[in-house]
Every structure is written in structure tokens, then in C-alpha cells.
């Protein structure tokens, strides 16, 4: 979770006050819903973007974000957070107030409002949520989760877990936003994405020589072209992935992000 700064539309120069940093100071409610698993998901309807809420960029605790024009085709992996007593009744960065029993989050650059799927990596558990804020404005996370929405996934006991986020449309077929049936995946940091395997083992032996990392490198075809990608792990927990990747920003290596495998 995370703290808010003073006000978001100070910083940032468009409404909502809900800044996402860090998760000490948050809390989970004390009077939980006795049927919060069965609050339904969020139904992506079509709705404009808003005019304050999305500037071309803006910037958050020294650091410039640049928010994007469209969420259409957004997919990536990463780490989930949520904030729940903390923040709620606030103003979210789009002038709404935050329930953290509804079904929203919050997110760096996505257009808002958006919608999107939320999966589980561990256990195979989606959601479909609005995204309806801006943060978590923490190096190693990439959504923010509402309360209920952590709850529905599994994650609200540990305040984080491994995710992968995908936007999605109205009248987009959504199947099961729950499906326990497909494997448990195999998590991996990417340190590099290189045309030439040289550049890749070099990459390695820099890593190594300061870290005892397990690592592989994957080869890979992208747009006919192979493609070496040097994967750390497997990442058996959050801890541990931020730990790496502390490490690996002491190196330079600044944006990695996460890779999946089935088991």
C-alpha cells in the first residue's frame, strides 16, 4: 500500500488527492463485509477519459510519468498492492471518492477510466476491475488493488502478489473471472532482451559477479528475429523480487520486468 502526499493536484496539476507510495501507515477495514467475495466484479461500460485526470505527463516524488493514450492492447506482469481504511472516502485522482469496498484500483499510467483483468499468478484468480486513480507510486509495483479486490484474489493477508494486469472493452467477451483450472506459472525477472547472445551472456557475467542470482537465458522469436533474454530465478516471493531488484538498480539496470512460464 502506500501514503498520500499532500495533494495529488498540487503535484500533479489535475484532480484527486489519492497519492500511492508506500503501504506503512494503511490498514485493513474493521468492519469486513460478510459477503465481500460476493461483490461483483466491475462492468466495463464505455465511458470518455477524463479531461483533468489525464495530462500528457506528470510527475510523482521526482519521477515522471507519462500517461497513455489509449489502455487498448495494455498487458504486463508485475507486483499487486492494495489500500484500503487508510484512503477511504478520499478523492481519487479523478475527482471520485475511493471505496476500498468496490471494485477499482489505481495505476501509474493507464487511462482514466479504464478497465481491466487482474490475475493472480499463484493462484489462477481474476477480477475484472476500474481503474479509477493514479499510483502506486512505488518502483516494483504496478497496480494498487481496492480491499475487496485483494480479498477476491488472495493477496490482502500478505499486501502483495505477483499479477498479471490486460485492459479490457466493453462488449469484450470476459469467459470466467475466476479460473482455477489452468497451471501454476514459474516467475522470472528479466534483466535483458538482446538480438545478439553475446550482449546477453555479457550482461550475465556483470550480474554475477556481484550477485549469486540463479539465472537462464531464454532464446526467443519475436517478429522473426531471435531475441536472448536473460531471466533471474525463479522469484518465489515479493521479498525476494525486490531485493533483486534493489540489486539490480545498483547496477543500472532500472526497468526490468517480469517474466512467466508454465510449470
Not at 40 to 53: I, Q, T
Not at 105 to 125: C, D, E, F, I, Q
Request: aromatic share 8%.
Amino acid at each position: 500500500m502506500h501514503i498520500f502526499l499532500l495533494c495529488f493536484l498540487a503535484l500533479v496539476l489535475f484532480s484527486g488527492c489519492s497519492s500511492h507510495s508506500t503501504h506503512t501507515k494503511d490498514s485493513a477495514p474493521t468492519d469486513i463485509p460478510a459477503n465481500i467475495s460476493a461483490i461483483p466484479d466491475a462492468v466495463p461500460r464505455y465511458e470518455p477519459y477524463s479531461k483533468s485526470a489525464n495530462p500528457k505527463s506528470y510527475e510523482v516524488l521526482g519521477k515522471r510519468y507519462h500517461v497513455l493514450r489509449s489502455g487498448k492492447n495494455y498487458q504486463k506482469q508485475g507486483i499487486a498492492s492494495w489500500y484500503g481504511k487508510k484512503f477511504h472516502g478520499r478523492k481519487t485522482a479523478n475527482g471520485e471518492t475511493y471505496d476500498m469496498f468496490a471494485m477499482t484500483a489505481a495505476h501509474k499510467t493507464l487511462p482514466l477510466p479504464s478497465y481491466v483483468r487482474v490475475t493472480n499468478l499463484k493462484n489462477k484468480r481474476s477480477v475484472i476491475l476500474r481503474v479509477n486513480d493514479r499510483g502506486p507510486f512505488h518502483s516494483g509495483r504496478i497496480i494498487d488493488l481496492s480491499y475487496t479486490a485483494a480479498v477476491k484474489l488472495g493477496i490482502q493477508k500478505n499486501g502483495t502478489g505477483f499479477v498479471e494486469v490486460s485492459t479490457v472493452a466493453p462488449g469484450q467477451n470476459l469467459g470466467k473471472a475466476t479460473d482455477m483450472s489452468k497451471p501454476e506459472e514459474i516467475i522470472y525477472l528479466q534483466a535483458g532482451a538482446f538480438s545478439n547472445e553475446a550482449n546477453a551472456i555479457e550482461l550475465k557475467n556483470k550480474i554475477l559477479a556481484l550477485n549469486n542470482f540463479n539465472y537462464r537465458i531464454q532464446m526467443t522469436n519475436h517478429q522473426s528475429q531471435t531475441i536472448y533474454r536473460l531471466l533471474l530465478g525463479p522469484i518465489i516471493s515479493v521479498t525476494q523480487a525486490d531485493k533483486m531488484s534493489l540489486k539490480l538498480a545498483n547496477l543500472g539496470i532500472t526497468n526490468p520486468h517480469f517474466i512467466t512460464e508454465k510449470k
